[in-house]
């Protein structure tokens, strides 16, 4: 079983999950075969940081450095979380 965020668990898109923009919706895109998620706000940007090399304190560290003014320790780890128990993420 992997590691809860926060520890050591390295996220990355689950087998058979693609991330991909949609130029008419101008948007990016999370498909799984029958299920299809609309990417918002800076969700895009944090699910190209889950390459299974980077752990959830390093993606946390690196948004912090982008973004200092934005909530990335509280809301970072819940949101990668939420979509590992969705099956988007391994």
Do not use: N, Y
Not at 27 to 56: F, Y
Request: with cysteine; charged share 25%.
């Amino acid at each position: 079983m992997s590691a809860p965020p926060g520890t050591d668990w390295r996220p990355a898109l689950a087998p058979a999950t693609v991330r991909r923009h949609d130029p008419v919706r101008d948007a990016d895109l999370l498909l799984l075969p029958e299920r299809v998620g609309v990417l918002t706000g800076s969700a895009g940007t944090v699910l190209g940081l889950c390459d299974g090399t980077r752990s959830v304190g390093d993606i946390v560290a690196e948004l912090t450095e982008r973004f200092p003014d934005a909530p990335v320790a509280t809301d970072v780890p819940l949101f990668l979380e939420r979509l590992r128990k969705e099956g988007w993420l391994r």
